[in-house]
Every structure is written in structure tokens, then in C-alpha cells.
């Protein structure tokens, strides 16, 4: 495909340029022609064009105007682009629409990198998985482990709700224009959640948010700043004098199942997603 719009750096438009790194990302995505595929900003095409050869359909969205254009030009209706700002994509009914959940793969821009990660997670039940690439400090975040400075609200989430892999690094080099900050690519497979579930997941993210927001300070001022009463707090199996960093994945759920009887009591913590 041949458009040279300037990049706008206001939609995070740095292209990969690199033939061996999109190779790498296109074999470990490994596509396969029966499989409901979704790209996130196609941009120029570079994984769409190799994800073309090898799927007789794509879904694609992508929010220039100018690209989507061409996108739609270039690969006629064995392209289904949708013009559209991928927050605004219920990507439920693009499931629902092909009878299959769907495999994501992105590119993305990585100024709504979490906004991202958050809509995906939050239609977990249409999607397989989910291959992206992110800023390097991000991507360690997401395969953090507790007592780390990288461990906290989006380790917790990305463990809980799917299996995080750091795939690989990609160097700044690769990128058309040069971005200020490395690249890795993650794979989040929405197929092995963490078992069991928490009993109430909005509980479940709400003690996760509300003790880590507080950070610095033990569990037991967290859940008291959450409103979970006194006498509660000591029937708790968990060390309260613990700091949010030091619990894992398991002690979250063990936490939030043990503050069921008290949920109505707990106030709703409404971060925003951008701050995660
Ligand atoms: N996938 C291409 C590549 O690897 O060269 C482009 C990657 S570039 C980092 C991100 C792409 O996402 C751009 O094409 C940009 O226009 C598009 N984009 C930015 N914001 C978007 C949004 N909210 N929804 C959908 N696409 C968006």
C-alpha cells in the first residue's frame, strides 16, 4: 500500500518498519484461515498485509481518515474496516456477527494503551486473545510479580483476567518515526484466566484499586479508607499490616470473597483507566 501521510502523532502513528520484526510478530500471532480476526490500527498495512495472505477475512479498525481509505481501497471486501475509534467498538457483536470470539492483534497507539487493554478485558467473553504491542515499561508491568516496583493495578488485572506473555523486545529503531520509548509485544490469552474466580468481580476490582491506590499504605488502612468495618477487618486471613504489592493474584480473590457479606458497605472506587 502506498500512502505517505505525514504520521500523526496525535493518533500514535509510528509505523513498523522492520520486515523481521513483523514477520516474527505475524508467525507468533500464527493466524489460521478459519479464526475471527480483529487488527487494531492497521496504520499502513504492515501486519495487514501479511495477515491478508493468510485469512480470507479481516476486521480492521482503524481511526484515520485518510489510511482507512486506502485500507478499504486496497483490500476491497475481503476488508471489513471500520472507521471508528477502537474504545467505541463493541467488539461483542463483531463476534457475535462472524459465530466466533474473536483473535485481536494490534499495533497500538500507545497513548491508550490501558483504555485499550481495559475494553478488551472488559469483552473478555468474545475474545480468544489478544497480541499487542506496547511501550516496554508497560509490557513488564503486565507480567510483573508481587514485590516489585513494576507490580501493581495492571499486573493484577492482566494475571487475573487472562495469561500475560512477554513475547519479545522491539527496538525504537523499527518504528517509522523513531519513538522515544522501546517496544515489546505481549500476548494476553483470554482462554486461561486465573481459577477459580473471585465470587464478585466488581468487589474483586474495586479492592484491588481502592488498597492500591493507597499504596504506600498497609491493607488494613486501604479496606478501612474502603469503608469495610472494624470487626470485619479481623476476621480477615490475609496479614493486614501488608502493603498492596506484597499480595498476590490469589490473596486478592482470597480477600475479596472473604468482604462478600459486607460488598453493599464498600464504596465504589471509579479510577480512571488512563491512570491504571
Ligand atoms: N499497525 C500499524 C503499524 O504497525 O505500522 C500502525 C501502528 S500505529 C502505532 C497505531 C495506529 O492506530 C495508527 O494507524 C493510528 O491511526 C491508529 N489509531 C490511533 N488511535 C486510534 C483509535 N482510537 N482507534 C483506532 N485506531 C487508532
Redesign the pocket.
Same mark, same amino acid.
Given at each position: 500500500m502506498s500512502i505517505h501521510s505525514r504520521p500523526?502523532k496525535s /493518533? +500514535?502513528? @509510528?509505523? /513498523?518498519?522492520d520486515a523481521n520484526v &513483523?514477520q516474527k510478530i505475524i508467525r507468533a500471532f500464527d493466524a489460521q484461515p478459519t479464526e475471527n480476526v480483529l =487488527? #487494531? +490500527? *492497521?496504520?499502513?498495512?504492515?501486519?495487514?498485509s501479511m495477515l491478508m495472505e493468510q485469512l480470507p477475512h479481516l476486521t480492521a479498525? =482503524? /481511526? $484515520?481518515n485518510e /489510511?482507512s481509505a486506502m485500507l478499504q481501497i486496497t483490500y476491497g471486501d475481503k476488508l471489513t474496516l471500520l472507521h471508528? $475509534? &477502537?474504545?467505541s467498538v463493541d467488539l461483542r457483536a463483531i463476534a457475535a456477527e462472524r459465530g466466533k470470539k474473536l483473535r485481536v492483534i +494490534? @499495533? &497500538? *497507539?500507545?497513548n #491508550?494503551t490501558s483504555p485499550i487493554l481495559f475494553h478488551v478485558i472488559d469483552t473478555r467473553d468474545a475474545v480468544k486473545d489478544f497480541m499487542v504491542?506496547m511501550q516496554t515499561e508497560v509490557a513488564q508491568r503486565l507480567v510483573a510479580k508481587p514485590r516489585t516496583k513494576d507490580y501493581g493495578i495492571l499486573s493484577i488485572f492482566a494475571q487475573y483476567y487472562a495469561a500475560p506473555r512477554l513475547l519479545f523486545g522491539v527496538s525504537r529503531n523499527s518504528?517509522y518515526p523513531i519513538p522515544a520509548v522501546t517496544s515489546a509485544v505481549v500476548t494476553l490469552n483470554f482462554d486461561s484466566p486465573y481459577s477459580p474466580a473471585a465470587e464478585n468481580d466488581v468487589l474483586f476490582r474495586t479492592i484491588v484499586r481502592g488498597t492500591f491506590g493507597k499504596r504506600r499504605k498497609t491493607i488494613r488502612n486501604g479496606l478501612k479508607s474502603l469503608n469495610v468495618p472494624p470487626d470485619v477487618l479481623d476476621t480477615l486471613s490475609i496479614n493486614l499490616e501488608q502493603r498492596p504489592e506484597e499480595l498476590t493474584v490469589a490473596d486478592f480473590v482470597l480477600l475479596s470473597n472473604q468482604l462478600l457479606s459486607v460488598a453493599s458497605l464498600i464504596t465504589p472506587v471509579t479510577t480512571n483507566e488512563d491512570n491504571v
Open positions: 500523526k /493518533l +500514535g502513528q @509510528n509505523f /513498523l518498519h &513483523i =487488527e #487494531i +490500527g *492497521p496504520g499502513r498495512g504492515a501486519l495487514t479498525v =482503524e /481511526l $484515520d /489510511l471508528q $475509534d &477502537i474504545l +494490534g @499495533n &497500538i *497507539p500507545y #491508550i504491542m518504528f
